[in-house]
């Protein structure tokens, strides 16, 4: 089991949020916590979720919700992704299409930078 760790940083003047290990239900928690300190102002934020090896659905709920008020404000959530595993959960539970997925930040960057 890989521990969970966040790590708020900057990716070209862009907020991004580095999610590595398990986020399971205690990570949950976690997660939540930071995604609520997100000021209101913000519109664009990079989630890289390449490092999360296991996911459970609980964390999917914040994600949609983070991803509906992003583009209330007319910008976005980006999330750079994923392991297989985390993926195929995305795609079983029908949220995959929703989100605006890329493979690298640099992908997920220029995304961003076309619309925020």
Do not use: W
């Not at 928690?29 to 390449?50: G, H, Y």
């Amino acid at each position: 089991m890989s521990a969970y760790e966040q790590h708020v940083e900057e990716a070209q003047g862009y907020p991004l949020l580095r999610l590595t290990g398990h986020l399971d239900a205690e990570a949950y928690l976690e997660f939540d916590a930071t995604l609520t300190k997100i000021p209101s102002s913000q519109t664009c934020l990079v989630i890289d979720m390449r490092g999360v090896d296991y996911m459970e659905s609980s964390p999917i709920g914040l994600l949609m919700l983070l991803h509906r008020n992003l583009e209330a404000r007319g910008g976005a959530l980006v999330l750079v992704c994923c392991q297989a595993e985390v993926l195929r959960l995305l795609e079983q539970v029908g949220v995959a299409e929703r989100f605006h997925m890329f493979d690298t930040l640099d992908e997920g960057i220029a995304y961003l930078r076309s619309i925020c």
